[in-house]
């Protein structure tokens, strides 16, 4: 039977056979044409009383036959019960439509979301090692240099994958491969203390970590670099990359009453868990939303069935020569060196160095390493609107990268001259200098970590799986100098802060030089 529908257009009522829906048109009822206090009410309510079933009575009293919709020119108007039934349909169709709250957020958006909450498991995931090192270390006996180089071991995987990471992004997309990576470091986090008791297991277990968490920058790279324009990539990249700080104060904040009401092996199974879990949820985004691909930038990925040959051309047409022939990629070389030495040092060895010089237990200490990246941030949130503000008014994007990445250099750098120079400071005031100054570091986000995709769109991936090949290094030889160097000289300023001020004061030396955010165009023809 069919039904009115009262359509706002032309304010003529138009007769439809199918059910209303909010997002198509609205359902105007006869109270909101006519108000309740109004004395068309009672007309209304005289007039219009037969429902559907009522005709159907009369015309069974009757003895008439069924009458065909189709041949019926007159439309039966169904009257709602009450006001009530109108706002409850209306409720539940704008519900269904609304339903669930990111349905109508931008594609880019949501890929950028789940690319910055597998950054917060990935760090998670990166310094839980650095909390549960202390009672594995009582467990197990271990000195610092043993305890450095099960920290360290974890930047040999990371180093490994970072040109892989980036090739791979480049042929089947950062999508594909952040997926893969999240899942292997989340395996092998569970893995952990399976393997603890025996050292070449647990070393295999970290590098494996470091392998899934290697692969992922240049896998978020290629998707900035894809799907967001140049005025929104400041704030894009510090959103992704913003994830590790929060995932570092999660991993801070959660691992310890973890680890004293159950134990130092529950956490790597509680935060492994976490890693599978996002995995799963990221298959159903995949299976229900397509992709978002860029206007700005004309790319392609090969599908799943590329062939060795074909994957091996491919790696074959990167211009690495150019890419070594460019002063603007030696400069991003070895700024993310030095900012990777200070980075990975105060990440694996701050909780260690707050629990000894400042004599706090493991709850303690790590409270107090949460608050550089916590209040890190803070400080990318604000970095990265600085950044597109500046350049949505006109100033230089290579200005604007320089500008950053002094700041996250000279910062720490001041700040750790002053914390490692005996002027009778308290320690908490120590605690608070060091603070600010590994926050501020976190502009290099809206520095160093845009300037791949400022210069080649294209190639941004792997030239960020190629910096943070070298940029890994001191994950590797730094934590592993630093426990070995604690050890010959006890001394935290020796061993921990004055390697990490010469490399972010040279930094910000050839920074200055030799950066450059200028498109520039790297050809097989040139190499």
Not at 390 to 405: A, D, F, S
Not at 460 to 469: K, P, R, V, W
Request: glycine residues 8%; proline residues 6%; aromatic residues 12%.
């Amino acid at each position: 039977m069919a039904r009115l529908t009262l359509r706002p257009h032309n304010h003529l009522f138009t007769s439809s056979s199918s059910p209303i829906h909010a997002h198509n048109q609205p359902f105007l009822s006869l109270y909101t044409i006519f108000p309740r206090h109004h004395h068309h009410h009672n007309l209304i309510k005289s007039r219009v009383k037969c429902s559907a079933s009522g005709t159907e009575r009369v015309r069974e009293s009757k003895k008439l036959p069924p009458k065909n919709p189709i041949e019926d020119p007159k439309p039966q108007l169904t009257i709602p019960s009450s006001d009530s039934e109108v706002l409850s349909t209306e409720t539940e169709t704008g519900s269904e439509q609304n339903w669930p709250p990111w349905k109508n957020v931008p594609q880019r958006y949501k890929l950028i979301g789940a690319t910055s909450l597998a950054f917060v498991i990935c760090n998670m995931d990166k310094v839980n090692l650095s909390i549960a090192i202390i009672p594995m270390s009582h467990q197990f006996g271990w000195s610092s240099s043993v305890a450095g180089l099960v920290q360290s071991s974890f930047f040999w995987g990371y180093a490994l994958s970072q040109l892989p990471g980036g090739w791979l992004s480049k042929i089947f997309g950062g999508r594909k491969v952040l997926e893969i990576g999240v899942f292997t470091w989340s395996f092998a986090t569970a893995l952990v203390p399976l393997l603890a008791g025996f050292m070449p297991g647990l070393i295999f277990s970290r590098i494996l970590v470091g392998i899934g968490e290697g692969v992922s920058p240049s896998a978020a790279t290629d998707l900035i670099a894809r799907t967001i324009p140049v005025k929104e990539r400041s704030r894009a990249v510090g959103f992704v990359f913003g994830g590790l700080s929060l995932g570092s104060v999660l991993g801070l904040l959660l691992a310890p009453p973890i680890i004293e009401t159950f134990n130092w092996e529950s956490v790597f199974y509680l935060f492994g868990v976490l890693g599978v879990a996002w995995f799963v949820g990221f298959q159903f985004l995949n299976k229900e939303e397509v992709s978002y691909e860029g206007n700005e930038i004309s790319t392609s990925h090969k599908s799943e069935n590329t062939t060795h040959e074909e994957m091996g051309n491919s790696l074959k047409e990167i211009p690495w020569k150019s890419f070594f022939q460019s002063s603007a990629v030696w400069a991003m070389i070895y700024t993310h060196f030095c900012g990777s030495w200070g980075h990975y040092t105060c990440l694996s060895w701050l909780p260690t160095y707050f629990s000894e010089a400042l004599d706090l237990n493991l709850t303690e200490a790590a409270w107090v390493s949460i608050l550089p990246p916590l209040a890190s941030i803070v400080v990318t949130s604000l970095a990265s609107q600085f950044a597109d503000y500046l350049i949505t008014n006109g100033v230089e994007t290579t200005t604007v990268r320089k500008i950053c990445q002094t700041i996250a250099f000279v910062s720490p750098a001041i700040c750790m001259t002053l914390s490692s120079v005996d002027i009778g400071l308290p320690p908490w005031e120590i605690v608070g200098i060091l603070t600010a100054g590994l926050a501020l570091s976190s502009f290099a986000l809206s520095g160093l970590y845009c300037t791949h995709q400022d210069i080649s769109p294209e190639y941004a991936s792997i030239l960020l799986g190629l910096t943070n090949t070298v940029g890994a290094v001191p994950g590797i030889v730094g934590v592993a100098l630093t426990g070995f160097l604690l050890d010959s000289t006890h001394s935290w300023t020796m061993s921990l802060f004055v390697p990490s001020i010469f490399f972010y004061v040279t930094g910000t030396v050839l920074w200055l030089a030799f950066a450059s955010s200028e498109p520039q165009t790297f050809t097989k023809e040139d190499s």
